[in-house]
């Protein structure tokens, strides 16, 4: 399982990690508050942009945490 987190895009595994840790407890309306944060943030980061890009062009991602 860490190899499989290793190979994911750094800022996704720490969004990943806030979210649960912030919104265990947290009630329904905080949780999705907590997921919507962080996939606005994910989704206008350069990480995100090369995830498209490399899809589109059928090759390996490269993500650098940016």
Do not use: Y
Not at 15 to 28: E, N
Not at 40 to 56: R, T
């Amino acid at each position: 399982m860490a190899t499989t987190i290793t190979r994911m895009p750094p800022l996704a595994v720490q969004a990943i990690k806030q979210s649960i840790l912030h919104g265990m407890d947290a009630s329904l309306e905080a949780a999705l508050f907590l997921e919507r944060k962080a996939f606005q943030q994910l989704f206008g980061s350069e990480d995100q942009g090369e995830g498209m890009h490399a899809f589109i062009e059928k090759r390996r991602r490269n993500f650098w945490g940016k």
